[in-house]
């Protein structure tokens, strides 16, 4: 399932909020409005990069691995060494600062990549690109957290989402449009550089990064709330190297797998979901191109619009999937998420074997809504079973799952195209086999997660019901 987690739904009510000094509607507003375009942004040119991928390919003579690693752990590379500190940075300094900044340096960055002379620089550029785009999700997030009070937090959620659907239903499309529009620019010299036609579009998406950077210096920093909040506990005299690991997770990878049976079927489900559903995304378009002879302008001007109109389907239908389910079952979080990957699995494996592009692009869009559909009952599934103390990380570590191996896709079904397939023309059979590899072992640990996540929620239940008592009494 391409679609991330989303961020979980704040509780209606704790003691911070009571006297927080909230921002007024307008700032507050101005704000996520802020966020919500940086966030479109953030995904369009993601999207027209993938758009790309057919072109860097030819232009600078790789093979499908090297562009596979191009595609994702480049980019994640930076991201996963530098996230937690520039997550930090969010928590000390005014967050709209740093949201500038990531802003600017992600612009910045992705013009140096359309100025790029060869595939190293390319490499270099996508790294530093995902290390300027590092501490988007958290500052946003916890601007939004202290801008609105608890019970708006979850539309706030919810609008954020748009960005996400805009970005990558009209990088699809517009970058379709730019690429056909681009074909026959040739090679520009430029400053004494060699500039390939795709490149000037890397050079136009990054210009676009700016006006969002002086946006957010408009923001109206709100107070960060003083609510209650558990405290990391660090042993009795403990050694310095066991205050590191506390504070870098330990903890909270020891509560993960005192609990395995519980979130290991989860975590797996995650991991192999993303590595081929991220990977399917980055390579879409290169299969349409090889395997149906389509080019960027006609797959973006069918893709865009089926992918429109099933996430804002997907947005709806996972909500009402859980209210339907929560009526009849305590596991209706994982039962929705099954469900879900279990249409995705059966869409994935097909899309491949589709007769036209057409075709091909319905089952990829269909697939999409699932995967939007289900990833908030994942997310919430999490939330519910993690204990408070170990909230945070645990999360923490569950989108990591979501963004390192989704990051690996690309590189796998490179991988198999140019080592086992071993031909250009049939990169539809790297995708089908890794599909019917992964998929069906996704789904197959998110179904067998249902029977301890139930029994969680009914212990869990338990407690509560008893605690509830104590207090009445």
Excluded at 143 to 156: Q, V
Excluded at 182 to 190: K, Q, V, Y
Aim: a positive charge.
């Amino acid at each position: 399932m391409a679609i991330a987690p989303s961020a979980g739904q704040a509780p209606a009510t704790d003691a911070g909020a009571q006297a927080h000094q909230w921002p007024s509607s307008p700032a507050a507003y101005y704000g996520l409005t802020v966020i919500i375009i940086a966030t479109f942004l953030s995904f369009f040119d993601a999207t027209v990069f993938g758009m790309l991928a057919e072109r860097i390919k030819i232009d600078f003579g790789l093979g499908d691995e090297a562009l596979g690693f191009l595609g994702g752990p480049a980019s994640v590379i930076f991201y996963v060494f530098v996230g937690v500190p520039l997550a930090r940075l969010v928590d000390l300094y005014p967050r709209r600062y740093i949201l500038a900044i990531s802003a600017a340096v992600t612009g910045g960055v992705t013009m140096l990549s359309g100025l790029a002379q060869n595939f190293y620089q390319f490499i270099a550029s996508r790294m530093l690109l995902g290390a300027g785009g590092a501490a988007h999700a958290p500052g946003s997030y916890s601007l939004i957290a202290d801008m609105f009070p608890p019970k708006k937090i979850p539309i706030s959620f919810a609008l954020l989402q748009f960005g996400f659907i805009g970005g990558t239903t009209l990088g699809v499309y517009f970058g379709g449009k730019m690429i056909v529009a681009t074909a026959d620019w040739g090679i520009s010299d430029f400053m004494g550089l060699r500039i390939h036609s795709w490149q000037w579009i890397l050079i136009w998406l990054g210009c676009l990064s700016f006006p969002a950077a002086l946006l957010f210096l408009f923001i109206k920093e709100p107070a960060r709330r003083k609510g209650v909040a558990d405290k990391v506990h660090i042993p009795e005299k403990a050694s310095f190297g066991r205050t590191v690991a506390t504070f870098m997770g330990f903890d909270a990878i020891k509560a993960i797998h005192s609990q395995g049976r519980v979130y290991y079927p989860l975590f797996i489900a995650l991991a192999l979901s993303a590595l081929e559903s991220q990977g399917f995304g980055f390579w879409r378009v290169p299969f349409l191109v090889r395997t149906y002879g389509m080019d960027e302008g006609q797959i973006g001007s069918i893709l865009a619009p089926m992918l429109l109109v099933a996430q804002l389907i997907g947005l709806v239908l996972g909500g009402v999937m859980v209210s339907f389910f929560a009526k009849k079952y305590k596991d209706a979080n994982v039962r929705t998420a099954a469900i879900c990957f279990t249409a995705v699995t059966i869409l994935t494996i097909s899309a491949p074997l589709m007769p036209s592009g057409e075709l091909s692009m319905a089952c990829m869009a269909i697939a999409t809504m699932f995967g939007l559909a289900g990833a908030p009952a994942q997310n919430a599934a999490v939330q519910r079973v993690a204990a408070q103390s170990m909230r945070g990380q645990i999360t923490a570590f569950y989108l990591f799952m979501f963004t390192f191996f989704g990051a690996m896709g690309s590189l796998v079904i490179g991988t198999v195209a140019q080592r086992i397939v071993g031909n250009e023309a049939d990169l539809w059979k790297a995708i089908f086999y890794t599909a019917i590899v992964l998929l069906p072992l996704a789904t197959i640990s998110m179904w067998r997660a249902c029977k301890p996540y139930r029994e969680e929620i009914e212990r869990l239940e338990a407690i509560e019901a008893e605690a509830a008592k104590a207090t009445a009494a």
